[in-house]
């Protein structure tokens, strides 16, 4: 099995010139400058190379033979046998996936410098119009005129989440020592739970289900393109991932390199990947401006500081509330729930701290089919689906990802977080001691979802802030 772990983290570069510790810092610079580029979708003509490459390699996969591990089945039977999701390793398990499978596109075609695109579903509302052809046409439930939802992917939403301190409310929660992180259900972080699971649902088919979603082409730009959002956060945004030696050490695995050999990856070598192995075009992710953002590093040494530079992720928790739900949402039944924060006037519960946050969390029964909708929620007892997302009270969305047959497992429960400290701020001095909550099924534009429920568990209300 090839091992691309701590001691070999320029190997990883797809270049084959050995390890870090055989190479002097003119090769982490080489590495650095030459890095291939991931560029946006919209950017690009139906002629671009970059997508007759992607097309090219797609053809090929599908017409390898069931025992090449690079068959386009087989490789996407390695997310439904390892795939992580809702913990803290949904981010380097995916970044990882995506970089064998690069290497797998760049072996096939022998265009070494290929670099997988991305779809910005921020910017561009619709599925790629490159996507509705051979060989990247798959079976959807969204059509060529179908454009996601705005409120669970557009720019403004982006942009929020982006601008999320801390790692476990941006990418997930962490999981103790010894789970599995391919079956461990913690507490879904804010891109995983709103435009990442709504994108899935959206195209729908084999891309709303997590067993067979990498047999649609459009999988890997969505996913790259999640990837460029924790790029963004990482190097534009200025934010830290766990400093955690569980969370930089563990092995993922279940991957194919570019020979079809069995591979594993370091979360910790996965980190290095942007410095040494690609590199993102001019992101336009969200709508603030670019020259609000840190620019991105020139030097080599500089992004892998930024890159390997941890920080302290804990959370304290100042107050929470839970409240037991056990009820069925449905589309026009929304469910309604009544938070008890008597004796603790909202303003106090922020305390003192600018940087104090109040989080929602929904826990929910994971659904067994593929949803089509997602779910508002709102502090206001009377919110319908035509409630405006502009209403004060308004906290936030989420969406659902089936597990499906993921081996027969997953299943169980699933945490959703919401940041509601714009909303609650703006409740107080209003008398809220039951504090009225209401969670709104939204059909995906064209959809009807019916019949389709959700199992509301509990809702719990958190004030927090960082260490």
């Known amino acids: 099995m090839a091992r691309h772990d701590s001691e070999s983290r320029l190997a990883i570069a797809g270049n084959g010139h050995g390890d870090v510790g055989a190479r002097e810092a003119e090769d982490l610079v080489d590495a650095f400058q030459t890095r291939p580029v991931r560029r946006d979708l919209l950017s690009m003509a139906n002629s671009d190379p970059v997508l007759e490459t992607l097309r090219d390699?797609?053809?090929?996969?599908?017409?390898?033979?069931?025992?090449?591990?690079?068959?386009?089945?087989?490789?996407?039977?390695?997310?439904?046998?390892?795939?992580?999701?809702?913990?803290?390793?949904?981010?380097?398990?995916?970044?990882?996936?995506?970089?064998?499978?690069?290497?797998?596109?760049?072996?096939?075609?022998?265009?070494?410098?290929?670099?997988?695109?991305?779809?910005?579903?921020?910017?561009?509302?619709?599925?790629?119009?490159?996507?509705?052809?051979?060989?990247?046409?798959?079976?959807?439930?969204?059509?060529?005129?179908?454009?996601?939802?705005?409120?669970?992917?557009?720019?403004?939403?982006?942009?929020?989440?982006?601008?999320?301190?801390?790692?476990?409310?941006?990418?997930?929660?962490?999981?103790?020592?010894?789970?599995?992180?391919?079956?461990?259900?913690?507490?879904?972080?804010?891109?995983?739970?709103?435009?990442?699971?709504?994108?899935?649902?959206?195209?729908?088919?084999?891309?709303?289900?997590?067993?067979?979603?990498?047999?649609?082409?459009?999988?890997?730009?969505?996913?790259?393109?999640?990837?460029?959002?924790?790029?963004?956060?990482?190097?534009?945004?200025?934010?830290?991932?766990?400093?955690?030696?569980?969370?930089?050490?563990?092995?993922m695995r279940g991957f194919v390199d570019g020979d079809g050999n069995p591979a594993t990856m370091t979360v910790a070598d996965s980190l290095l990947l942007p410095v040494t192995s690609y590199q993102y075009d001019d992101l336009q992710l969200g709508v603030a401006l670019l020259g609000s953002r840190e620019p991105l590093p020139t030097d080599a040494v500089e992004a892998k500081k930024i890159a390997q530079e941890g920080t302290d992720v804990e959370l304290e928790v100042m107050a929470q509330f839970i409240e037991p739900v056990n009820a069925q949402a449905r589309v026009g039944e929304p469910v309604r729930a009544s938070m008890d924060i008597r004796g603790a006037p909202l303003g106090g519960l922020f305390g003192d701290d600018p940087d104090a946050r109040c989080?929602?969390?929904?826990?929910?029964?994971?659904?067994?089919?593929?949803?089509?909708?997602?779910?508002?929620?709102?502090?206001?007892?009377?919110?319908?689906?035509?409630?405006?997302?502009?209403?004060?009270?308004?906290?936030?969305?989420?969406?659902?990802?089936?597990?499906?047959?993921?081996?027969?497992?997953?299943?169980?429960?699933?945490?959703?977080?919401?940041?509601?400290?714009?909303?609650?701020?703006?409740?107080?001095?209003?008398?809220?001691?039951?504090?009225?909550?209401s969670l709104v099924l939204t059909p995906i534009p064209g959809r009807t979802a019916a019949g389709q429920s959700l199992s509301v568990v509990r809702v719990e209300l958190q004030f927090v802030s960082d260490r």
């Open 57 to 251: 390699a797609v053809r090929r996969m599908k017409r390898l033979p069931q025992d090449d591990r690079r068959n386009w089945e087989r490789l996407a039977r390695i997310h439904r046998r390892f795939c992580v999701h809702d913990n803290w390793f949904f981010l380097p398990w995916h970044r990882a996936y995506l970089y064998f499978f690069e290497q797998i596109c760049r072996r096939l075609t022998g265009v070494d410098d290929f670099a997988l695109p991305y779809w910005n579903w921020a910017r561009q509302a619709r599925i790629p119009r490159w996507f509705w052809s051979t060989p990247l046409v798959h079976s959807r439930a969204a059509t060529p005129g179908s454009q996601r939802m705005r409120s669970m992917a557009g720019g403004r939403v982006l942009d929020r989440l982006l601008n999320e301190p801390n790692f476990k409310n941006f990418a997930g929660y962490d999981i103790h020592a010894g789970d599995d992180p391919h079956t461990t259900h913690v507490r879904t972080g804010f891109l995983e739970g709103t435009p990442h699971n709504h994108i899935h649902n959206f195209v729908g088919r084999d891309m709303a289900g997590r067993a067979r979603s990498p047999r649609d082409p459009v999988f890997w730009v969505h996913h790259a393109m999640i990837d460029a959002c924790w790029f963004e956060w990482n190097f534009r945004r200025s934010h830290g991932n766990p400093d955690d030696d569980d969370w930089n050490s563990r092995e």
């Open 359 to 437: 989080l929602l969390v929904v826990v929910v029964d994971a659904p067994h089919d593929p949803p089509d909708f997602a779910v508002r929620a709102f502090f206001r007892a009377d919110a319908t689906r035509e409630t405006s997302l502009d209403d004060p009270t308004y906290i936030g969305s989420f969406a659902l990802f089936s597990p499906g047959d993921h081996e027969g497992k997953g299943g169980g429960q699933l945490a959703f977080n919401l940041d509601a400290s714009e909303a609650l701020r703006a409740m107080v001095g209003l008398d809220t001691s039951d504090l009225p909550l």
